[in-house]
Each structure stands twice: as structure tokens, then as C-alpha cells.
């Protein structure tokens, strides 16, 4: 059996659609060190079935871009939440919490929410300039992060 | 006929649980009977942009990107078209196998998807009961043992397209002339571990369809159309998911055509653009624009086909057209049915391919001679999806169509809206009862509306009613987080 990394950092979001881009792209700089006690993962969206890699986790990093958000990002932790998400194909971060506590009986390991200040998200569209910016400021700030959580 | 801009105007915007934002409007004569249902898809759009002047080896991977919830598709149709313009009609038996392979693990998840996630929850609880509980948590919570078969097999499905195509996105699956890597032993050996289950749970999942629908008779009616079907099937008429011709059937069941090359789709189908709609409006041509729409999906294509291939879900096909008396089933929540019979199909499917020796042979790639033109088409999870790639000297696609399985089912979806809303539109008040069957019709048919952005605080919903003035005299708002607000 493959041996359960301690940190799961998951960027979601179309690296097709612009800004939308800005989670899996932390995630492929992060993937560049290759640190076996951090596992990284990338979908379009979040959906019930991502409550599996969840499990045996010591910390979930989720990193999303957002367009509300203070400027360059902002990161914060997560609590399960039954929210209005459900009604859609992507469910947010906390509604995917709620699902873990309710498929598997027991609360999902701590988790957070990386959010990136994103401004563009139309098909095909690139990376803007300040979102750029802002995912190099996110990436700064990870880096330190996940080495205090794998010691 | 009366003037359609003299109608009041309900506009009910998005439709939730469809990806992305759609809008449904309403044109009510002066008597409040709606003449005409218009459900927009506003993010249908710059599809044909998006890919033109793109090196063609790259279009497969590239065009992944337009769907977060089928680019697996995408990617196979795109891949079907690219064979083309290499010069490739046939691929080696591995990598044809492999490809299949990867559109069942897709269709599996994606049917798992629709139906576990997003449509039981109206199913089993009702269309009437509240939003706050009709949803995947009240599954969880009232039907945990089914909730997690809904997760498991969404999540096995995943597992044959990361064996295959490797991440998640960005998958790198098929290339020109066939497939990028063969599938390990040890891939192998992992899926055909849990496939026996899989199909056990695609059995009940038949098993539940079958029972709500009989049950329901009530449900029968609902949204319920007269349409002709579109779909591919195999040479021997059997069921085709990847690769087959072309069948169009009107809704008395005689041909229109049949095993059509679908490389001449053109000849057969055309494209109408309507004003108001980003989304054009396909139509068989032999039948003109009026009476020539028609349905593709899961229910098109188990009405339309002469039988399955595989002996579980060929048993289910039997019973579902036993319930349409030997003639085509056209209850709309009939799609449902038809989807679980085709899940299953997919599992049978999954462990013959996973069982056959040459599936994880190395012969992995075709050559030919370049061509100017290629045309790839596969029964999508939703339906038959068309792309068509025209390239120049330098290989740099010039000209782009798509005809996308929610396209083909614009006007039924219409049709099935302005059927429900005539039922249960009450005076001049959007109810959240209307919403909710509105909501269920459009749902039967699994709209992908492509909108695969989601970044947090996007998610702006709206219902306006507007009467024949154009004066908006009511207005509900929903949050991102499903609170609904009336603004007026």
C-alpha cells in the first residue's frame, strides 16, 4: 500500500479559464521539491468522491483562487459547513469537510484555505499580470509553511 | 401569431445543480399560459476561438480545458478528429482498447456523478421537499450506505482515467494515431480488484431507477416529450459508446438514418442561431427546423440501439423497454433509468477490456499522411459530441465546430421547461415549488453548461419576473452559499 503523506496540498480550479489557473499552478511549483511527506493533487473542481483523499492526513492545505479576497491572498482554516454548494457540480472545501464527517463518522484532519486574489476567468484567457504577482506571493508563503508542518 | 415580445417575461437564473450559470425565461401570453421556454446558457460561448490557431497534436490536450466535469471527452472526440488529420482510420487493437477503456472509467464516473449526487436527492425525497435536504448531505444523512457506493464509484471511475491518462487534468491519454503510454500490470491488477463490486453496485443502482420510476406514475408525464433520438451505434446495432455510425430515429420509431458515416454529420444536421441564445440549434435536416430537433443521451441511446452487448445491462435494456410497451420511452426522467443501465454496461465493459490480454500491450501508435480535415465524434456522457478540425499548410487549426451534447439537446430542454412551467406556474409568482420542478427537468437531461470556473464569490443567482412591460416586478436572489434574497 502507497504510505499517506502528511500534508495534502489540493489546487483546484480550469488552468483553461484565465486566473482560475492559480491552484493548480501553486501546486506545480510546489511538486518541483519532490517531498515525499507532501502529497499534491490538482482537479478542475471539488467533488464528493475528493473526500477519499482526505483521510489519514496530519494537514489539508486547499488553494483556490478567488475574486473577493484581500490582495495578494489569504489564508485561513476551514470548519465543515452544510452549505448551498451542493446544488452545484463543485462543492466548496467546507461542504467537502461536512461530506468527510458524514461518509467516514469522524472529522477530517485540520484542514485549510489558501485563497489567491485572482481577476480574469474567461476561456482561454491568460494569466493576468497581478495575479501572477499575487500566486508568487502565495508560493512564498507555502514553502515555509509546509516544511513547519513535515518538521 | 402573437408577437413573442408582448409576452411576460419569468427569467429564473441559474438553474442550480447544472454546472455553471444558466438562466431560464418564460414568455407568458396575457391569459399566463407561458407560449414559449427559453433556457439560456450564457457561458456557451468562444468555444470555436478558443481553439482555433492551435498546433493540431496539441488540440486534445487543450481542449480538456473547456469542461471540468467531461474533459475526458473532449479530449477522446478531439482525439478521434486528430487521427484524421495524421492520416489514421484505424487504430492498433491496444491502443482502440485502451481509448475505450478510458471513455467507460469517464462515462462511469460521470453517470455516478449525475445521478448519486445530483439527481437522487429529487428522486428519493421528492421534488417538493425543501432544498436545505433534497441534496447529496440528506443522502449521506438518510441513505449513508448509498451515498457511499455513489462516492466509490465515482471515485473508481476516476481511478481507470488516472491509470490511463495519468493526472487528473492535464491527462495526456490519446495523441495522433493512438495513445501516449500502455497500462500497467499492476494498473490492471488494481482495477480488476474492485470491479466485481462496481457492477454490483451498477445493478442496484438499475435496481432503484426501475423501482422509483414504476412506482411514480406521476413522474411519468413529467416534462414528458414526443422527440425523435439521435445516437451512434455499432455496426450490429448493438449500443455504441466510442466509435460507430450515425442513428436517427423520429418518435414513432422509423429510421430517419442509419449507420451514417458520421464524418458526414453535416449532410444531415444543421445548426440554427437564434438571437437570444448563445447556443445554437442543431436539427436533422430531413425533417426541417420546426419538427426536426431531437434528444441524444442516455435515453437516446438505450431507446435507440437494437442491444447491449453485455449480458447485465442487455437484461436491464429489456426491462426498461418492456415499460415503454416495445416503442421508445419518452418520460424524460426516463433519462435517469437509461443512465443507470448504461453504468452498468460500463462496469460489464470495463472488466471485459480489464480481463483482455492486449490491453496492456505496447503497440501504441498509428501513422498516415497528413490531412486538411478531421472529424471525431462520441456519445459523451450527455449525448453525441461533434468536433470537426479544419488545419492549414503549417498544421495550425483554421476552422473549428463543435456541436456539444447539451447543444443537441437545447430544444428539448425548451420543450420540457415550457411543459413543466404550464403544470405548475401559479399567477405571477415565482414559488420555489416552480423552481424546484423547473429545476428537476432541466437536471434530467445533465446540462454541462461548461462553466468549469468556480473561483469563490462567482456564483451570482438570480430569478426575475418581468411582465409585459418590461418592468421587473419580482426578483429573487440566490447567495453563493444557496440563501435566497428577494430583492424587490
Known amino acids: 500500500m502507497t504510505a499517506i503523506s502528511d500534508i495534502l496540498l489540493f489546487g483546484y480550479g480550469n488552468p483553461g479559464r484565465g486566473d482560475d489557473a492559480l491552484g493548480p499552478l501553486l501546486i506545480e511549483s510546489i511538486e518541483k521539491h519532490h517531498d515525499p511527506r507532501v502529497e499534491c493533487l490538482t482537479d478542475m473542481q471539488l467533488q464528493v468522491e475528493h473526500v477519499t483523499d482526505l483521510q489519514h492526513r496530519k494537514q489539508i492545505i486547499f488553494v483556490d483562487a478567488d475574486m473577493s479576497c484581500e490582495t495578494p491572498f489569504a489564508y485561513s482554516r476551514l470548519a465543515a459547513e452544510k452549505d448551498g454548494s451542493y446544488t452545484s457540480h463543485a462543492m466548496t472545501p467546507s461542504a467537502l469537510l461536512h461530506a468527510f464527517r458524514q461518509v467516514y463518522g469522524v472529522d477530517a484532519p485540520p484542514a485549510f484555505l489558501l485563497r489567491i486574489r485572482g481577476y480574469d476567468f474567461g476561456l482561454g484567457d491568460p494569466l493576468t499580470e497581478q495575479a501572477a504577482a499575487n500566486l508568487e506571493a502565495a508560493i512564498g508563503f507555502v514553502q515555509p509553511l509546509v516544511k513547519s508542518v513535515t518538521g | 401569431m402573437t408577437n413573442p415580445e408582448s409576452f411576460r417575461r419569468i427569467a429564473i437564473d441559474p438553474v442550480s445543480r447544472v454546472e455553471g450559470h444558466g438562466k431560464i425565461t418564460l414568455l407568458l401570453d396575457a391569459d399566463n399560459h407561458v407560449q414559449e421556454a427559453r433556457f439560456h446558457i450564457v457561458e456557451f460561448r468562444g468555444f470555436e476561438k478558443f481553439i482555433q490557431g492551435r498546433p493540431y497534436e496539441e488540440v486534445p490536450y487543450f481542449v480538456q480545458r473547456l469542461c471540468g466535469i467531461c474533459p475526458v471527452s473532449h479530449h477522446l472526440a478531439a482525439g478521434k478528429a486528430v487521427d484524421q488529420l495524421v492520416g489514421v482510420d484505424v487504430l492498433t487493437p491496444t491502443a482502440t482498447k485502451l481509448r475505450r477503456l478510458l471513455h467507460f472509467g469517464q462515462t462511469l464516473q460521470s453517470h455516478a456523478l449525475h445521478f448519486f449526487h445530483l439527481s437522487s436527492p429529487d428522486l428519493l425525497f421528492g421534488f417538493g421537499s425543501h432544498l436545505a ?20 464509484l465515482r471515485k473508481y471511475g476516476q481511478q481507470v482515467i488516472e491509470a490511463i491518462a495519468g493526472k487528473r487534468i492535464h491527462g495526456a491519454a490519446a495523441i495522433p494515431g493512438g495513445m501516449n503510454k500502455p497500462l500497467s500490470e499492476e494498473d ?20 432503484l431507477n426501475e423501482k422509483i420510476h414504476l412506482e411514480h406514475p406521476e413522474n411519468h408525464n413529467f416534462a414528458k416529450l414526443n422527440s425523435n433520438f439521435l445516437s451512434m451505434v455499432a455496426p450490429d446495432g448493438a449500443l455504441e459508446l466510442y466509435h460507430g455510425g450515425l442513428r436517427a430515429r423520429k418518435a414513432d420509431g422509423s429510421t430517419i438514418f442509419d449507420h451514417l458515416d458520421y464524418r458526414k454529420y453535416f449532410e ?23 419538427s426536426g430537433w431531437y434528444r441524444v443521451g442516455p435515453l437516446a441511446r438505450v431507446n435507440n440501439c437494437d442491444f447491449i452487448s453485455t449480458p ?20 424524460t426522467l426516463g433519462y435517469h433509468w437509461a443512465r443507470m443501465i448504461e453504468a452498468l454496461h460500463c462496469g460489464e465493459a470495463i472488466q471485459l477490456l480489464l480481463n483482455d490480454p492486449e490491453i496492456t500491450g505496447s503497440d501504441l501508435v498509428t501513422h498516415g ?19 470537426h478540425y479544419k488545419i492549414d499548410e503549417q498544421g495550425l487549426i483554421e476552422k473549428a465546430n463543435l456541436i456539444v451534447s447539451t447543444t443537441s439537446n437545447n430544444q428539448a430542454m425548451n420543450e420540457s421547461v415550457r411543459s413543466v412551467a404550464n403544470a405548475y406556474l401559479d399567477g405571477q409568482e415565482i414559488t420555489e415549488g416552480l423552481l424546484n420542478h423547473l429545476e428537476v427537468a432541466v437536471r434530467a437531461y445533465d446540462p454541462c453548461l461548461s462553466c468549469a470556473t468556480h473561483a469563490l464569490g462567482k456564483m451570482p443567482l438570480q430569478v426575475e419576473l418581468i411582465d409585459a412591460a418590461g418592468n421587473v416586478v419580482d426578483r429573487l436572489t440566490k447567495g453563493s452559499r444557496g440563501e435566497l434574497e428577494r430583492t424587490l
Open chain 2, 133 to 152: 435536504h433534497r441534496n447529496i448531505v440528506g443522502i449521506i444523512e438518510d441513505y449513508p450506505d448509498l451515498a457511499l457506493k455513489g462516492v466509490k
Open chain 2, 188 to 207: 490492471r491488477q488494481r482495477l480488476l480488484a474492485d470491479i466485481g463490486e462496481i457492477i454490483g453496485w451498477c445493478s442496484e443502482a438499475v435496481a
Open chain 2, 268 to 290: 444531415v444536421i444543421r445548426e440554427e442561431v437564434r438571437p437570444w441564445s448563445y447556443m445554437k440549434f442543431p436539427y436533422l435536416t430531413a425533417l426541417g427546423r420546426e
Open chain 2, 369 to 387: 499522411e497528413r490531412q486538411r480535415e478531421g472529424i471525431g465524434v462520441i456519445e459523451a456522457p450527455r449525448g453525441t459530441l461533434f468536433h
Open chain 2, 312 to 331: 447485465l445491462a442487455e437484461a436491464a435494456r429489456r426491462r426498461f423497454k418492456a415499460y415503454g410497451d416495445g416503442g421508445f420511452v419518452q418520460d
